[in-house]
T-cell receptor
């Protein structure tokens, strides 16, 4: 089945540093990938829609200069949290689908747990 | 009002019990509905889509009530392995953009 892989699965960094998270579709091409953030006991919140070969579409309230998204190929999207601060500590998850219109299924990466000290 | 609302629970039920969750959505233009399951500290996984006519998959039954704008999930003969958070997910606008509820936590006990 379709698999989406994320890396790293967890990262601890100092405040002020930048962290890059990769999301790969392993056996299908994904023109669109989605980045979510989930705080403890809260729902997944869509941060942005990543489009291959073009700029990402950010949700209201998400700073595009802080959360840099690059979707350079059909199988890879990256999210860079720039100048991370403790309030950015969260669970970041990406998702993609090869046939959402018919299957209604999004495949999620394993998630990346970011802790900013 | 939240776009998608769920009772966070937890629902603590004995093994073998039947349990039902409801989820309400605010946008009457919502088109597709899903239940996802999320285990602790893991990614969500699709449990089942929800069709207008209702659908069943083994011990799981999902129903949609468009007039009242809610969907439901019924789990029969609960297993310990059913313990998880069940996310109500709604799609609006015909695209891949999904809105997630906060989830309902289920704990099945011996």
């Amino acid at each position: 089945g379709a698999v989406v892989s994320q890396h790293p699965s967890w990262v601890i960094c100092k405040s002020g540093t930048s962290v890059k998270i990769e999301c790969r579709s392993l056996d299908f091409q994904a023109t669109t990938m989605f980045w979510y953030r989930q705080f403890p006991k809260q729902s997944l919140m869509l941060m942005a829609t990543s489009n291959e070969g073009s700029k990402a579409t950010y949700e209201q309230g998400v700073e595009k200069d802080k959360f840099l998204i690059n979707h350079a190929s059909l199988t890879l999207s990256t999210l860079t949290v720039t100048s991370a601060h403790p309030e950015d500590s969260s669970f970041y998850i990406c998702s993609a689908s090869w046939d959402f219109a018919n299957t209604g299924e999004l495949f999620f990466g394993e998630g990346s747990r970011l802790t900013v000290l | 009002r939240k776009e998608v609302e769920q009772d966070p629970g937890p629902f603590n039920v004995p093994e073998g019990a039947t349990v039902a969750f409801n989820c309400t959505y605010s946008n009457s233009a919502s088109q597709s509905f899903f239940w996802y399951r999320q285990d602790c500290r893991k990614e969500p996984k699709l449990l089942m889509s929800v069709y207008s006519s209702g659908n069943e998959d083994g011990r799981f039954t999902a129903q949609l009530n468009r007039a009242s704008q809610y969907i439901s999930l019924l789990i029969r003969d609960s297993k310990l392995s059913d313990s998880a958070t069940y996310l109500c997910v709604v799609s609006t606008g015909g695209g891949n953009k999904l809105t997630f509820g906060t989830g309902t936590q289920l704990k099945v006990e011996l």
